[in-house]
């Protein structure tokens, strides 16, 4: 007869994996302006509306300084800037940390890239962020489709994907 504690343990599900990230990403070509497709809700973006962008580039430092820029729901044009830094400098080049308030920093992992740099999705491992971005404002359907897929099999909750305007 198994222990009491042994029955409840079993009964608690397991903490999901973590999001798998790309095998490789090459910095230099992520660097430039990519537009916003579609994120998850956030509190730091309920305002934009409209084209949102992110620019990234690269410090000789070797930190990125991050570009985020929308427009308000009064039209005025939103803009918060940070940087970027490799999670962890002897890790994968796909999971970053960004930090706009000091000491304060996020989760960004590249968890899908497209081969010719054209699309990413990003999100973090509690699967609480995820942006779908591109180089071009517009993502033909299928390609946004197999997009959404992607993150659905990673565990986001898809059905909450807000498109940008």
């Excluded at 999705?121 to 509690?126: D, S």
Aim: proline letters at 6%; aromatic letters at 10%; one cysteine or more.
């Amino acid at each position: 007869m198994m222990p009491l504690i042994w029955l409840l343990l079993a009964a608690i599900p397991a903490a999901p994996a973590e999001p798998a990230v790309v095998e490789a990403v090459d910095l230099s070509r992520y660097a430039g302006k990519w537009y916003e497709i579609a994120r998850l809700p956030n509190r730091f973006q309920r305002n934009c509306t409209g084209e949102v962008t992110a620019t990234y580039e690269l410090r000789p430092d070797g930190e990125i300084t991050v570009l985020n820029q929308c427009r308000g729901r009064d039209g005025k044009l939103k803009t918060a800037r940070g940087t970027a830094r490799l999670a962890d400098p002897k890790g994968s080049k796909a999971k970053l940390k960004v930090r706009f308030f000091w000491p304060f920093s996020g989760d960004y992992w590249i968890l899908g890239l497209d081969a010719d740099y054209r699309w990413a999705l990003v999100g973090g491992p509690k699967r609480n962020y995820l942006w779908i971005l591109a180089r071009e404002p517009r993502l033909d359907e299928q390609t946004y489709v197999q997009i959404v897929e992607l993150a659905h099999r990673q565990g986001f909750d898809t059905t909450r994907l807000i498109r940008s305007e």
